[in-house]
Structures are given as structure tokens and as C-alpha cells.
């Protein structure tokens, strides 16, 4: 046992690393991503409404793996490759970006009208309402559906180890192909993973009850 | 001009037939995963403790680990125990497993969502603990659920992709190993991502036209 965990956990631990990045800088872009196409959407301007909608539809109406095959295998064809954890991180980003867009609209669409009305009742600007009246209230509704777009982001970075990036997945296929230790590796594996999603959901819950508390507050 | 007409029409054809492949194990792998769902969703209201939460903690595990690794470990793993698969089934036990534990919380919310009232009517009727379930519960609790269903397999038919990974022949695997042979993996992949837009895209169609339909009748 401990002899196993010699051999295998450094490795393990340095993939984890690299799942960890992915999960990190795809999930900050796809928050970037996911809050302006979710706002793009709602957008009277259709220039704005357009392209939000067909990344939205896209990225949601095509598989992870093959966006990542797409954009490592034949976005090199129009003179633009990238290395595969870059290659990783933005795929990750714009597919989690296109679902989080979605959290992000309709949570916006679920605020009651009335407070919008409100809002231009007070003599408040439209961009005064969104941010001091609407987001506010939108936010606590966003937060559960996020947290579980925060675990597929995390059980999606798995798929970049088919692109030749050493991350937890890649690691431990490399392990079992130089050991054949398969049962225990895969299952220490898995483990990892299963920890990794735990810690994410706690903390996810912990946000989500600070918020609630500070609103009681308000 | 990067994109090459002549080659495309060479490659659409492989690539299509292989689409029959995906079609076959997001179909099977999703009635796999209808019934089994069911199963967890039942067990974990199990009377007896232990059942239930081996169901609740089985369910939670399968859902929060990457599916690329629990297919690696049955592709692997199974052999071992003389239990010789081939990819495509390996590959179908292993989406359907995955989504079960998905379709298990549907079930959950719709076995919830019928009214106690059902329940102790059927007691009243001196029904038996099986026909009630097949009788009065399950026929309320599965019909609201079909939408969400639904957007399961959609989820499913995008994640068999993943399969590629042990060796089936499905649309991304046969467009990879074309684009290998003539280095061009442009038309290939971005064919695959066609594909999977339209047919993902008129699957959500009809989804949300049954889910109005649903609405309106009741």
C-alpha cells in the first residue's frame, strides 16, 4: 500500500496540478465569457444579440472533445496553434462560457418585471437598474446552477489529456501503462477527482450562503 | 482558398456511416441508463438504511468523477475478470452507467413531485408496495420527467465522442483517423461539429416543443 502510493502519488499530484490550472483559468473565463454573452442576449441591439447567440448555440449544440480536437487539429490550418494547455484552458472556457451564458440569462429573466419598472420609476438609467437592482437579485439564483457547471468544467478537463497534456487523467494512464497497477490506480484516481469536486461544492455552498446572509442583511 | 471542397465530398461519406455508430451507442447507452436510473432513484428511497445510502453514495461518486476515466477503468479493468467486451459495448455500459446516476435525481424530483396523497390512496386501496409503485406512482412521476430525460440524451449523444478514446469507430474517431492519413484535419472535424450542431440543435427543438405541449396539457 504504501509502497503504491510511493510510486504513484507524485506523479498524481503533479497531473493534479495541471487539472487544477485547467479548472482555474477555465472557469475565470468562462465567468468572464458567460456574463457577457448573458448579457448580449438580452441586448436590444442585435449586433450584440446575434454573435451571443450563435457562440451560446454552438458551443452548446457541439461536443467538448470535438471543440478541443477542433481547435488543436484544424485551427492550425488557419496559422494559429497553440500549446495544449492554452489550447485546454480556452475550450474549456468558451464551452462552460456557452451553459453559464444560459445560468446568467435566465436568472436576469427571472427577476421580476416590476423591478425594472421600479427602477425607471425612480429615475434610475437602464445600466443603474441592471447593476444596482437586477444583478443583485440575480445573482443568488445563479449560484447553484454555477456551482454545478464548476464540477463538469472539472470532469471535463479529463478530456485534454487527449491532447497530449499531462494533467491528472494523461498521468495516470502513463502510470498504469509503465506498472499495470490498473484497479488501484484508476480507483485512487477517481478518488482524486471525487475530492477535488467535494472541496469545490463545499466551497460553492459556502459562497452561496455568505450571499444569502449578506442579502437578509441589506 | 484553406478549405478543400473535393476533399470534403471524400471524407462526408466515412464520415456519416460513422455517425450510425454514435447513433447506436447514444441509443443504447441512454436505454441503459433510463432503466438503471430508475433503479438508483428507487433504492435510494429504499426503507432499508444501508441501500439507500450505498445508492446516494454510488450515484454521488459516479457523477462527480470524469467519464473518460470510469470508461478507461471498465475497458481495462474488465478484461481482467475474463468479462471480454468489445469497445462499443464497453464503451455503452459505461455512458449508460455515467447517465444513469443523472437520470437517477430526474426520477428523484419526479417521484417527489407526486402528491402524498397518492401514496396513502394506494394504502387505503390495500394495493402492495409494487403495485403501487408500478401502478399509481411511477406512471405520475415519469411522464413530467421526459423533457429533462431529454436533455440527458441530448447530453449523452455529446458525450460519445468520448469513446474514441478506446478505439470505437464513431464520427470523431473516424474523422481523427482520416485527417491523420492526408494531414488535413480541417473538413474532417469541422464536419463532425456540423453534425453534431444540427442533430443537437433539432433534438433541443423537439424537446421544448414536447415540454410546451406538456404544459399546455396540463
Known amino acids: ?17 495541471v487539472t487544477l490550472q485547467l479548472t482555474v483559468g477555465g472557469a475565470l473565463l468562462a465567468l468572464l465569457l458567460a456574463t457577457v454573452a448573458g448579457l448580449a442576449r438580452r441586448s436590444p ?12 448555440e454552438a458551443f452548446r449544440g457541439t461536443s467538448a472533445l470535438v471543440q478541443l480536437f477542433w481547435f488543436y487539429f484544424a485551427l492550425p490550418f488557419f496559422g494559429l496553434s497553440m500549446p495544449a494547455l492554452v489550447t485546454g484552458v480556452l475550450v474549456l472556457g468558451l464551452n462552460s462560457g456557452a451553459y453559464g ?10 427577476v421580476p418585471r416590476g423591478q425594472w419598472e421600479a427602477g425607471r420609476a425612480l429615475n434610475l438609467g437602464e445600466r443603474q437598474i441592471l447593476f444596482r437592482v437586477i444583478l443583485p437579485q440575480a445573482l443568488p439564483m445563479m449560484l447553484p446552477p454555477a456551482g454545478n457547471l464548476l464540477i463538469e468544467l472539472l470532469k471535463n478537463t479529463a478530456l485534454v489529456s487527449l491532447i497530449t497534456l499531462s494533467e491528472l487523467t494523461f498521468t495516470a494512464q502513463v502510470q498504469r501503462a509503465a506498472t499495470l497497477d490498473t484497479v488501484p490506480l484508476f480507483a485512487l484516481t477517481l478518488l482524486i477527482y471525487f475530492l477535488v469536486a467535494q472541496v469545490l461544492a463545499v466551497g460553492m455552498r459556502s459562497v452561496e450562503a455568505r450571499i444569502a446572509r449578506r442579502r437578509g442583511r441589506a | 482558398m484553406i478549405w ?14 460513422a455517425f450510425g455508430v454514435t447513433l447506436q451507442a447514444t441509443l443504447a447507452g441512454f436505454a441503459l441508463a433510463a432503466v438503471l436510473g430508475l433503479g438508483w432513484a428507487t433504492a435510494r428511497m429504499s426503507p432499508w438504511r444501508w441501500l439507500a445510502a450505498s445508492a446516494t453514495g454510488i450515484v454521488e461518486f459516479v457523477r462527480s468523477t470524469p467519464l473518460l476515466i470510469q470508461l478507461y477503468f471498465l475497458y481495462y479493468v474488465l478484461p481482467d475478470y475474463g468479462i471480454a467486451l468489445s469497445p462499443l459495448v464497453t464503451g455503452i455500459i459505461a455512458l449508460g452507467l455515467h ?11 419526479g417521484i417527489e413531485a407526486v402528491p402524498q396523497g397518492q401514496w396513502e390512496a394506494a394504502r387505503a386501496l390495500n394495493l402492495s408496495t409494487r403495485a403501487t409503485w408500478t401502478r399509481i406512482i411511477l406512471p405520475q412521476a415519469i411522464r413530467p420527467t421526459l423533457p429533462m430525460l431529454g436533455n440527458y440524451l441530448i447530453a449523452m449523444f455529446k458525450d460519445t465522442p468520448l469513446l474514441a478514446a478506446i478505439t470505437v469507430m464513431e464520427m470523431l474517431q473516424t474523422a481523427k483517423l482520416t485527417g491523420a492519413q492526408s494531414f488535413r484535419y480541417l473538413e474532417p472535424l469541422t464536419i463532425t461539429g456540423v453534425v453534431f450542431l444540427v442533430v443537437s440543435l433539432l433534438a433541443s427543438w423537439t424537446v421544448r416543443h414536447l415540454e410546451t405541449r406538456h404544459a399546455i396539457r396540463r
Do not use: K
Open chain 2, 4 to 17: 478543400n471542397w473535393d476533399y470534403t465530398w471524400q471524407v462526408l461519406p466515412d464520415i456519416l456511416r
Open chain 1, 1 to 17: 500500500m504504501i509502497e503504491f502510493l510511493q510510486t504513484h502519488l507524485p506523479a498524481l499530484v503533479g497531473g493534479l496540478r
Open chain 2, 99 to 109: 447517465y444513469s446516476c443523472y437520470t437517477a435525481e430526474v426520477y428523484r424530483a
Open chain 1, 101 to 110: 451564458a444560459e445560468v446568467v440569462r435566465s436568472a436576469i429573466a427571472n
Open chain 1, 45 to 56: 441591439s442585435r449586433w450584440l444579440r446575434w454573435p451571443a447567440n450563435v457562440y451560446v
